[in-house]
Each structure stands twice: as structure tokens, then as C-alpha cells.
């Protein structure tokens, strides 16, 4: 299996544009999470899914920022507009379904820079 | 508040000793706790699980212990290697229990 995939790897931008980044979890798991990471904050969980369904969005700091999930195969990050302090390395994770199966495998991640 | 506390500074080892890494929560009742690791510029890689009602888990040179007393969790990396060296994160199941929250991590340099 090809693992997490997330796309941009960078991404650079200007303050007040529209930023989204993807990523396309492992085939066969029910679960995606989205986190971002700075060296202040450390590793935040923003959002999760299951079964393409936003369970928890508690983490997801201001209404700037979005997440879908279209399909199993697929989801998406959005900040519109962006700010400098977004600035950071954005992971998706995904995990399988079923009794223990707790551990979550992360993509590469995309490392964003607002300026 | 909830908090998860590990070591901030960086932990130095000689290769072929043991490494010690600690992760302190409070106002916590995890489910059961993980360990990752991450090296620089990459995704965190799991490594182990452990529930609360395991005191001790073992993968290769890998050994977790888990003290819900204590509210402690120790990751020891036995014959340590160069390769070993990495950002270590611990991490605890929320009211969700699918969703996760991470320690800051402890970064382990092992010298050659």
C-alpha cells in the first residue's frame, strides 16, 4: 500500500488567500484525522471522520478553516482566508475500523507558509 | 486542565545503553495510550499500543510500561542505535476515543 498521501508537500502563499490542502487516506480505513503541528503548539488533532462523517471538530480553531469528505478516498483541508499564523506542517492520519485497531498512520504532511 | 508532560529537553545516550522516556498525564482516564516516533521533516510512525489494564508491552528492543496510579508511561529502547535517534510522542485517547492528544515529545540523540 501506497501509505497516507497528502498533497501540496509546501505550499506558500499570501496572507488572505485560499488555501486547501488534500490527502487521500489508506485503502480500507474508516477513519481520517487531520492535525497541525508548530513548534509552540505542538501536535493538535483538528478534525476527524468516520465513514466520510466529521465527528469531532472541536479542534478546528476558527471558521476559516473547512474540511470535507467527499468520499472514502479522499478529503480535504480549506483556510479562506489565511493568516501568518496558520503557518505550520499540516498531517492527515488515517485509521482502520474494529475493537483495537487504534493505531493511525500519518502521511508526510504539508508544510504551509503564510506570508 | 488535562495536560501531557514529556521530558522537553533532549535526552543523549551512548549507543548500546538503554533510553528512559517519560510521559506524565493528568486529569486523564485514557483507554490506552501510544507511542510514535518521528524523525525530522516526516509523518509520526506508530510504534505501541498499550491499555490500562496492561502493565507491560514488548516489540523487539521496544518495552512500554503503563502505571494508571502513577499516571505514567515509560518507553524504553534497549541496545540503543544511532538509527534510534528521533522525536519520541507519546499520545492518549480523548472522550472520543479514536481521537488522540500528543505530548510535546522528547528528541533521544544516540551517540556512536
Known amino acids: 500500500d501506497a501509505g497516507v498521501i497528502q498533497s501540496p508537500r509546501h505550499e506558500v502563499t499570501e496572507m488572505g488567500q485560499e488555501v486547501t490542502l488534500r490527502c487521500k487516506p489508506i485503502?480500507?480505513?474508516?477513519?481520517l484525522f487531520w492535525y497541525r503541528q508548530t513548534m509552540m503548539r505542538g501536535l493538535e488533532l483538528l478534525i476527524y471522520?468516520?465513514?466520510?462523517?466529521?465527528?469531532?471538530d472541536s479542534g478546528m480553531p476558527e471558521d476559516r478553516f473547512s474540511a470535507k469528505m467527499p468520499n472514502a478516498s479522499f478529503s480535504t483541508l480549506k483556510i479562506q482566508p489565511s493568516e501568518p499564523r496558520d503557518s505550520a506542517v499540516y498531517f492527515c492520519?488515517?485509521?482502520?475500523?474494529?475493537?483495537?485497531?487504534?493505531?493511525?498512520?500519518f502521511g508526510p504532511g504539508t508544510r504551509l507558509t503564510v506570508t | 486542565s488535562q495536560k501531557i508532560e514529556q521530558n522537553s529537553e533532549a535526552l543523549n545516550i551512548q549507543e548500546g545503553k538503554t533510553a528512559t522516556l517519560t510521559c506524565n498525564y493528568t486529569?486523564?482516564?485514557?483507554?490506552?495510550l501510544q507511542w510514535y516516533r518521528q524523525d525530522p521533516g516526516r509523518g509520526p510512525v506508530f510504534l505501541l499500543l498499550?491499555?490500562?489494564?496492561?502493565k507491560e508491552k514488548r516489540k523487539e528492543r521496544l518495552k512500554v510500561t503503563f502505571d494508571t496510579t502513577l499516571k505514567q508511561s515509560l518507553f524504553h529502547i534497549t541496545a540503543s542505535q544511532p538509527a534510534d535517534s528521533a522525536t519520541y510522542l507519546c499520545?492518549?485517547?480523548?472522550?472520543?476515543?479514536?481521537?488522540?492528544?500528543f505530548g510535546s515529545g522528547t528528541r533521544l540523540q544516540v551517540q556512536p
Open positions: 492520519a488515517s485509521s482502520r475500523r474494529g475493537q483495537g485497531a487504534y493505531e493511525q498512520y
Open positions: 485503502s480500507g480505513h474508516d477513519y
Open positions: 471522520f468516520n465513514n466520510n462523517v466529521p465527528i469531532d
Open positions: 486529569n486523564y482516564s485514557p483507554a490506552y
Open positions: 498499550i491499555r490500562e489494564n496492561e
Open positions: 499520545a492518549l485517547d480523548g472522550t472520543g476515543r479514536r481521537a488522540l492528544t
